[in-house]
């Protein structure tokens, strides 16, 4: 793993471990605060007013939970819901509701004491958001009752998540804790939305990477719209609820968007359905909103169930495609899963089908984020593991390489020092290395030999039997030569039929039954020609020895030079072998010095 990926696993467990940290703080157990869960009853429908509501006459039915108000009657907008409070030790006491379908009017001692959005007489009022609310209580010294007038034109009428009672201080304190906790989901999400964006461009996943992006920055914006805290830095509820709603609705848009990019196959045209879903139904709300004054509050209830449906088709589309899952995918389907099934805890909370359950979506939010974050550093991990395998494939074909070019260099000395036709030593390789062992032989006083010889009449070979046959015919004497002489020996074909060899370590004896010794083994060359003629070879050799002893001064006498020396013994040795060719050819001729 890279250095920065170690660095963004060690961020991302940190905020971890503070996000646990603050969960594990019980709100009620260290602060002075009860759950309200008795002393509840009702009544559908405006009470008696009279110039001012009389509670004490009407019937009320006792509750045994507040949020689960049973027979409403069709078209009824108001229900009336009472809190009978036992005497309590509170200075400043407060209640806590979570949240009220839709708007809420208290009175105590049939005095107004808290409002939220008017509610008029004749019981209508108009959305305002869901905000948290604190409702004053004006003393418990004596047992007392709190009535909540409660108006709703929406599916839902009356209180929702949990009712607690408290000093106003602690409960502010109990507020700040939990959107602290929210806030530490939020900043993960927020950190983590970044990284996944960033490490997305940086290994040109662009598309992926910003369709992540922005369904990360959305849920992030649904999440702090949802959070305590923001009606605290702004206390506007129907702004947030804009805010909530419509990040919500663009959910599923932005999973489709995700999915479109990341797999193939029939599940594509499936994302591509669902954002065109999506988008009709945003679209619809704000044109229904706008043209016929409908709520957007209204359009919770019908989303819900098509968002069960948008995403449970991506997840279906995401199990049955014909290609295999890989590691990676699985992972942003269990991010996709995560999200899904958060959601839908959060959605059946709302509906009563669960027990309120906080931060239940916001786990959701948070899992998607890291499950593909951790996507993008598995991937990390695959590309340092392919960069390392791809780095030693690429050392060991430099290996290859820089062997193949140091042996095409060889190749290219050799080949630049031999013969084409017989791999014997070209003239200017000979001549190169027959200086330094001519140097060595004067340096030591060493006798040393060269022979020159002429194949006879090798170019009416050529004319009658053709140049592949002379070719052949060279060939097979430059084996015989090389077979024929001593290791160490330099053999040059030196002309277009003409060899030469340089004799170290060879005085006159030694040369002559080397000389010998070749003009037998060159007359028992034997080839047939395609016409099936034998093909006899003869040789004209030209021998000169140097015997170089310590007291011959013959190589102070003659040529002190190593090139003149070298010149003077072919000189001789062609003079020699010119004498035998005018002879009559097929012999040798030597000279001593």
């Known amino acids: 793993m890279s250095p920065g990926m170690r660095f963004i696993c060690r961020a991302l467990t940190a905020t971890l471990f503070v996000l646990l940290s603050q969960l594990s703080i019980a709100d009620n157990d260290q602060l002075d ?23 004490q006459t009407a019937d009320w039915t006792p509750l045994d939970v507040f949020n689960d108000v049973p027979g409403r009657p069709k078209g009824t907008t108001i229900l009336w819901i009472k809190l009978a409070l036992p005497a309590g030790h509170w200075r400043d006491p407060y209640l806590f509701i979570d949240s009220v379908d839709l708007t809420i009017q208290a009175f105590e001692h049939e005095q107004l004491t808290y409002e939220f959005s008017h509610i008029s007489l004749a019981g209508t009022s108009k959305f305002e958001g ?17 009535y909540f007038r409660i108006f709703s034109d929406y599916a839902f009428i009356g209180l929702s998540g949990e009712v607690v009672i408290g000093e106003k201080s602690d409960l502010l304190q109990r507020v ?7 806030m530490v989901f939020i900043v993960i999400l927020f950190v983590a939305g970044i990284l996944v964006t960033t490490l997305g461009i940086i290994k040109r996943e662009r598309r992926i990477a910003l369709s992540t992006g922005l369904l990360s920055f959305d849920l992030v914006i649904m999440m702090f719209a949802e959070n305590e805290l ?22 599923p848009f932005f999973l489709a968007i995700v999915v479109r990019e990341w797999f193939t196959g029939v599940v594509k045209r499936i994302a591509l359905l669902v954002c065109a879903i999506t988008s009709v139904f945003i679209l619809g709300v704000i044109f229904a909103s ?15 169930g098509l968002f069960i449906l948008l995403v449970l088709s991506l997840l279906v589309g995401c199990f049955f495609r014909r290609a295999p899952l890989g590691f990676q995918d699985g992972l942003v389907i269990f991010g996709i899963l995560a999200l899904f099934l958060s959601l839908l805890a959060d959605m059946f909370s709302a509906y009563n089908f669960l027990f309120w359950i906080s931060h239940a979506g916001q786990w959701g939010l948070v899992f998607f984020t890291l499950a593909m974050l951790t996507v993008y550093l598995a991937k990390d991990r695959d590309q340092q593991i392919n960069l390392n395998l791809l780095m030693n494939s690429l050392e060991k074909q430099v290996e290859e390489r820089t062997y193949e070019l140091t042996e095409s260099q060889k190749r290219l000395e050799q080949l630049a020092q031999e013969d084409f036709l017989t791999g014997l030593l070209n003239r200017r390789s000979f001549v190169q290395q027959s200086k330094r062992e001519l140097a060595n032989a004067l340096r030591r006083h060493a006798p040393f030999a060269l022979v020159l010889f002429d194949i006879d009449h090798f170019k009416s070979i050529n004319d009658t039997y053709g140049h592949g046959v002379g070719d052949k015919v060279l060939e097979k004497i430059a084996a015989v030569t090389k077979r024929t002489s001593r290791e160490g020996d330099l053999i040059c074909r ?22 010998n010794r070749l003009h037998c083994a060159l007359q028992d060359i034997s080839l047939m020609a395609n016409n099936g003629e034998k093909i006899n070879i003869t040789a004209s050799i030209g021998v000169v ?29 062609d003079e020699a072998m010119y004498d035998v060719k005018n002879n009559g050819r097929n012999g040798i001729k030597e000279r001593t010095f």
């Open 494 to 515: 030196y002309g277009g039929e003409e060899f030469v060899i340089l004799l170290p370590e060879s005085d006159a004896d030694a040369t002559h039954t080397f000389v």
């Open 33 to 55: 605060i009860q759950t309200v869960n008795t002393g509840w009853s009702y009544h559908w429908g405006d009470v008696p007013y009279n110039g001012s509501w009389q509670m």
């Open 230 to 251: 923001s009606q605290v830095v702004f206390n506007d509820p129907l702004m947030w609820r804009y805010l909530a709603a419509f990040s919500y609705f663009l959910v």
């Open 545 to 573: 020895t140097f015997n170089n002893s310590t007291s011959n001064d013959a190589d102070n006498h003659i040529h002190p030079e190593i090139s003149k020396l070298l010149e003077f013994m072919l000189s001789q040795a």
């Open 176 to 182: 700040y804790k939990r959107g602290m906790a929210g």
């Open 130 to 146: 869901w905000p948290w609310h604190l409702v004053p209580v004006s003393s418990l010294d004596e047992p007392t009752e709190i």
């Open 290 to 304: 706008y043209n016929f004054g409908v709520s957007f509050i209204n359009a919770y209830s019908i989303f819900d």
